[in-house]
């Protein structure tokens, strides 16, 4: 829950796609997300809209992505009592 939620709000407030992903320790897909997404914002803004739409595309990717990956993190601790990376 908490990364969905992470993901969701930080993502559509103020901009950061990948926080999820950051939660779960996977910093490098993380920090690809955030500088993607602050770049396809700033090219948004000047190209009134066109960055906006690859944006949002990256927005729903990064919260089923991270969902996922949540998923998978929970059953892998479950299993063997470790974190996967």
């Known amino acids: 829950g908490t ?3 992470l993901s969701i709000l930080l ?3 103020i901009g950061c796609c990948g926080v999820g992903h950051l939660y779960l320790g996977k910093i490098g897909p993380g920090i690809g997300m955030l500088i993607g997404g602050w ?3 700033v090219v948004g803004v000047l ?3 066109i ?3 690859a944006y949002l595309a ?4 990064s919260i089923i992505d991270a969902n996922k990956q949540c998923k998978f993190y ?5 299993q063997n009592g470790r974190a996967p990376w």
């Open 51 to 53: 960055g906006l739409i």
């Open 39 to 41: 770049l396809l914002i």
């Open 47 to 49: 190209t009134m809209g």
């Open 11 to 13: 993502g559509l407030l």
């Open 3 to 5: 990364t969905l939620l």
């Open 58 to 61: 990256l927005f729903i990717y």
């Open 74 to 78: 929970n059953e892998f601790v479950n």
